[in-house]
């Protein structure tokens, strides 16, 4: 396995050297370089913000195609609960369900049943007083991805559990298995996404080492496939088995309101997620338990994969959780819900590092002090930094020169031409007849 | 060995900028590869100095100096000063006036935190010229 797998991508043909991505990356991860943009692997957190700000749609995700079901002799299908808010809100659940199933999948199974699961697993973990709070939930694999390369003294707060997603491929899998009796390598468990995080949490896990999702099929790509399904879809099997807090967790809020505490907080958007772990960082929540924190705004229902306007897709949510019913896991034994714990740490990447010794990183940081004092602070971008700190940062790294800035470039042509015609004016003395003594 | 100075006003009053200089030596030290409880315990100690200095100190300045194996922090406010730091060192002590105790600061907590956070915290004071606190996180 590669370590380094993004699902964020770049479609050279289409990239024009702007700066707008640059500009809105939070871990500024992006560079331009020969009228080009370059991700920086180590820093990229997947969140998608550079595909959705770029005007030429040259940022893209590197995602599975529905071709690919056909590798398996089985196929099984395991819809994010954002897919329900992307349809006009005359189908239902079921009909969405079963538009699947007209489109070549076997089987259906829900992620969002596997999210009550998870939620009743994070509400007995909430109940364990030598958990670490605020609890940070990992349902969003870039907020994880964002702890560990910019809040590392967070890592331990994160909730160690199962994402719904991996949670309901492995039921499916199982269930599918025992039913049919049908060959595990057989079976093949597919996830239609949102995002472009979660194609990189199956492609490349944090926390293990191999996801039970065989493909990650973007909502953005199926799309048309499930629509005019959908207008010939034959409503017979009842599929839509969700109760209305798994629907929810495709909305920014609905996680954290499936708890049985008040002492939660959720946040969306990443910029605000960044806000809220510098507060977390320095002890500023103590009084929460739970945080959730998605990196869309709106939540899952706002991710960069998706079709649906993010506010008119929350009123059809709402239609879809108005019509399901409460379900109440609420008997889960102890055992299965530990099953969802997980077995590894997430590890610490320390991109943020001038140096691996703390004296010389003491001394890039001293000269990017005194290089960052003299460049303009007109964050204007043309040097394909995101802000003058980072082309100061870029050339302490030195994978950039201070004449990068076209306003450093200018001053020292200036000065060039100005010593130029001061030495255009001098002569020799041996031949200046001018000089009178 | 080389030591970086930075300098951070500290405007009176103003809730919206308190803070940020915390922050920013906070980057800083990240970027130097300290260890991350080194860190925070530089940063809260250096945001409640920050607050302190806002909500009672008229404003003044931040001098902070990171060394490779220390961080030496000095808020200097020219405010009322402290009449008794003994009893400013309780927890729960406070004389922060209502409406800063409604935007959920002025619990009494500041020093009582600066002092749990920092390895070394010196207060020197004089009423009617102002304060300056002086606090030490050591990175080993």
């Keep these: 396995m590669k370590e380094y797998f993004h699902s964020v991508n770049l479609d050279k043909d289409k990239c024009r050297g702007c700066t707008n991505c640059i500009k809105r990356c939070p871990t500024e991860a992006i560079r331009v370089r020969k009228s080009k943009a370059q991700i920086i692997n180590e820093r990229c957190i997947d969140c998608g913000e550079c595909i959705r700000v770029c005007p030429h749609h040259a940022k893209t995700a590197i995602s599975d195609s529905l071709d690919m079901i056909n590798e398996f002799k089985y196929k099984v299908v395991v819809p994010a609960p954002s897919l329900y808010g992307q349809f006009d809100k005359k189908y239902s659940r079921n009909n969405i369900l079963n538009a699947l199933r007209l489109i070549g999948f076997d089987y259906v199974y829900e992620v969002a049943r596997a999210a009550e699961i998870v939620s009743e697993a994070t509400r007995q973990l909430l109940k364990n007083p030598n958990i670490k709070k605020p609890m940070i939930s990992a349902a969003c694999p870039s907020v994880v991805r964002l702890i560990q390369v910019r809040f590392p003294s967070l890592i331990e707060n994160i909730v160690k559990l199962e994402s719904p997603m991996e949670v309901a491929a492995k039921i499916a899998k199982n269930e599918v298995h025992e039913k049919y009796k049908i060959a595990m390598e057989d079976i093949g468990v597919f996830f239609i996404s949102p995002c472009a995080a979660k194609v990189t949490s199956v492609k490349s896990p944090y926390e293990k080492q191999k996801s039970y999702v065989d493909g990650v099929i973007s909502i953005k790509d199926i799309y048309i496939k499930l629509l005019s399904a959908l207008s010939k879809v034959d409503d017979s099997s009842k599929l839509a088995l969700a109760g209305l807090e798994g629907i929810d967790w495709a909305n920014a809020g609905g996680e954290s309101g499936a708890l049985e505490t008040y002492n939660v907080l959720a946040v969306d958007g990443i910029h605000n997620v960044i806000k809220i772990f510098d507060e977390i960082e320095e002890d500023r929540l103590s009084d929460i338990d739970f945080v959730e924190a998605l990196s869309c705004s709106g939540g899952c229902l706002g991710g960069p994969l998706t079709i649906a306007n993010v506010f008119i897709a929350k009123t059809t949510l709402k239609k879809h959780i108005n019509a399901a019913s409460k379900r109440d896991i609420k008997n889960m034994d102890k055992k299965s819900y530990e099953e969802l714990v997980w077995t590894s740490n997430v590890e610490y990447k320390p991109v943020m590092k001038l140096d691996q010794d703390v004296s010389k990183a003491m001394e890039k940081l001293e000269k990017l002090e005194k290089i960052y004092a003299d460049l303009p602070g007109l964050d204007c971008g043309a040097c394909g930094a995101p802000n003058c700190r980072a082309l100061a940062e870029d050339i302490v790294r030195e994978i950039a020169n201070e004449t990068d800035c076209i306003f450093k470039l200018r001053q020292r042509i200036r000065d060039l031409a100005e010593e130029m015609v001061d030495l255009g004016g001098k002569m020799p003395p041996v031949m200046d007849k001018d000089t009178t003594e | ?140």
Excluded at chain 2, 116 to 132: C, M, P, R, S
Aim: net charge neutral; aromatic share 8%.
């Design chain 2, 1 to 140: 060995m080389s030591t970086i100075k930075l300098r951070y006003d500290i405007p009176a009053n103003d809730f919206v900028t308190a803070g940020e200089a915390s922050s920013n030596v906070k980057k800083k030290l990240t970027q130097i590869g300290v260890s991350s409880d080194k860190i925070k315990k530089a940063a809260i100690s250096m945001y409640e100095a920050e607050i302190n200095a806002v909500i009672h100190g008229n404003g003044g300045y931040a001098d902070v100096e990171i060394s490779s194996d220390k961080v030496i922090i000095n808020i200097i406010d020219y405010g009322p000063g402290i009449p008794d730091v003994e009893l400013a060192m309780k927890a729960g002590y406070s004389t922060a006036s209502d409406n800063i105790r409604e935007m959920g600061f002025g619990a009494g907590m500041g020093l009582p935190n600066i002092k749990k956070y920092a390895d070394k915290l010196e207060i020197f004071t004089e009423v009617g010229k102002g304060t300056k606190i002086v606090l030490t996180v050591y990175f080993s």
